[in-house]
């Protein structure tokens, strides 16, 4: 063998810049697990730095805070998720004009995300657990949790529920949201509470069932929200 048929044979070195998103990527995924099992006050970024085999100042280099670090990780599959929803409900929105329905709509927001977590990868799975974190808990004074990337899909979710029913007050909309959103958390959660409470009935990762459970119940509960008498409802 040549010398020159040796050299064609030596893998192509990565770039500077490919080592640096790699190191990143490796940070991004150990912080992501460690925030999804002990949430954003339970974690080190000392801890993130030997679970990634990186320099604790390394993370400060890329990321300076944690607070930083935290919001990296969310807004790293954030666009995919969004974009996703977006379409989904953009899609069911022109397909279904002048005939949407509550259960419609919140198929078409609901389902990309539970497609996301059944694929079952260990990255989705703590990104679902993450997100249901950031929805349901109080963090450290650094990181914001009133405002998240998802909320200009949130804002598109509600718009659509009210061309369901425009009569129905815009706060009562934000309400049945917020509770919507509060069956999502306990769902990308994954705590295994309703496994134990049904015997094994139910199972917290089976995501097609709570799919489908939560737009046939929440679907029919929007029925329930009551008209604005008196005047038109406010928007």
Not at 53 to 72: N, Q, S
Request: proline fraction near 3%; charge should be neutral.
């Amino acid at each position: 063998m040549t010398g020159t048929q040796q050299r064609k044979r030596q893998p192509a070195r990565r770039s500077q810049a490919d080592r640096r998103e790699l190191s990143q990527e490796r940070i991004l995924d150990a912080a992501e697990e460690l925030f999804a099992r002990r949430g954003y006050d339970g974690v080190t970024m000392r801890e993130i730095a030997t679970a990634s085999g990186a320099d604790t100042a390394l993370l400060h280099y890329y990321f300076e805070t944690k607070a930083g670090l935290f919001d990296a990780v969310v807004a790293r599959r954030a666009s995919l998720v969004n974009e996703t929803r977006q379409a989904s409900l953009e899609a069911y929105a022109t397909s279904h004009a002048g005939r949407m329905t509550a259960e419609g709509v919140l198929r078409a927001y609901l389902e990309p995300t539970f497609r996301f977590m059944m694929s079952g990868d260990p990255g989705t799975l703590n990104y679902g657990a993450l997100i249901a974190k950031l929805n349901s808990t109080a963090m450290g004074g650094d990181v914001d949790t009133t405002h998240t990337p998802f909320d200009p899909v949130v804002g598109r979710l509600v718009d659509l529920l009210a061309d369901v029913r425009p009569e129905v007050p815009k706060a009562d909309l934000y309400w049945y949201y917020h509770f919507v959103s509060g069956a999502i958390s306990l769902s990308l959660a994954q705590t295994g509470r309703i496994d134990v409470l049904s015997a094994g009935l139910c199972r917290s990762d089976d995501f097609a069932t709570i799919l489908d459970r939560m737009v046939r119940v929440l679907g029919h509960g929007f029925a329930a929200l009551v008209p604005q008498t008196g005047k038109a409802a406010v928007r």
